[in-house]
C-alpha cells in the first residue's frame, strides 16, 4: 500500500462549446513502493447551441487515470474530484464568452442526477481502487457527463469553462 495516500494530482479538463481543446497529462509519485499514477482527460465539446429549444444539450467527456507500481500485490485506490470551475460553485457551473455565460452542470451518471464535484455539500467524487497483479500500468476510464439546460437566452460566440481534475491517492 501507498505511504503517502493523499498526495494530490491535478490535470486540467476544458470544457468548449463548440471548439476543442487537449488536456494536458499530470503525474505525481509515491515515493516507498514505486507506484505513480498519472491522469488524462479529453475533450468535452457541446457543439452548437441553439437557445430557441427548450431540450437540453448533453456531452460526455472522459478521464483516464493510470497507475503503477514496481511491487506485485500493490493495492492502488485512489479518489477523482473535479472543481467548481470559473463559476467559484457546483450549484450552477458556466461557460464564459465575454461578459456572457450559461449554466451547465458535470455529473458521475448518464441520468445526470449526481453532480460531480469534490464530495461536499450535496456533490459527488468517485473512487476507485484495485490491487495490480503485474508490474505494468494498468488504465481505467471515467465517464463525464454534461448537460446544457435548454432555453437559455445567449448571444453567440465560444463559450468555455476550465475545470481542474484531482487525483488523490
Known amino acids: 500500500m501507498c505511504q503517502h495516500q493523499f498526495r494530490r494530482l491535478t490535470g486540467a479538463l476544458f470544457m468548449l462549446m463548440s471548439v476543442w481543446c487537449i488536456s494536458p497529462p499530470a503525474s505525481a509519485s509515491c515515493i516507498g513502493l514505486g507506484c505513480s499514477c498519472s491522469v488524462s482527460a479529453t475533450d468535452l465539446a457541446f457543439g452548437i447551441y441553439d437557445p430557441f429549444s427548450a431540450s437540453n444539450s448533453d456531452s460526455v467527456g472522459n478521464i483516464e487515470v493510470s497507475c503503477g507500481a514496481f511491487v506485485l500485490g500493490a493495492t492502488i485506490s485512489y479518489e477523482i474530484r473535479l ?61 463525464v457527463y454534461g448537460r446544457i439546460p435548454g432555453s437559455q437566452n445567449v448571444p453567440a460566440g465560444s463559450y468555455t469553462d476550465s475545470i481542474v481534475v484531482t487525483v488523490i491517492f
Do not use: F, M
Not at 456572457?100 to 453532480?115: F, K, M, W
Open 83 to 143: 472543481s467548481t470551475g470559473s463559476s467559484g460553485t457546483y450549484a450552477a457551473r458556466t461557460l464564459t464568452s465575454g461578459g456572457s455565460s450559461i449554466a451547465y452542470n458535470l455529473y458521475t451518471d448518464a441520468g445526470r442526477s449526481q453532480v460531480w464535484g469534490d464530495a461536499s455539500g450535496s456533490t459527488n467524487s468517485v473512487s476507485d481502487g484495485y490491487l495490480l497483479s503485474l508490474i505494468k500500468n494498468r488504465s481505467e476510464d471515467y465517464s
